[in-house]
C-alpha cells in the first residue's frame, strides 16, 4: 500500500516536473524542473 502511494507520487511529479520543462518560458525554471525530474527518476 505504502509503496503504491510512493510510486504514483513520485510519477505524479516527474510528469509534472516534465510538462513544467517543456512549458516554462524562463530557461533558467526549465533547467531547475529538468534537475528535478533527473534526481526524481
Request: glycine share 2%; charged share 0%; hydrophobic share 75%.
Amino acid at each position: 500500500m505504502i509503496a503504491a502511494l510512493a510510486f504514483y507520487a513520485f510519477a505524479a511529479v516527474l510528469i509534472g516536473s516534465a510538462v513544467m520543462v517543456v512549458t516554462s518560458r524562463n530557461p533558467v525554471h526549465s533547467v531547475l524542473f529538468l534537475i528535478l525530474a533527473f534526481f526524481n527518476a
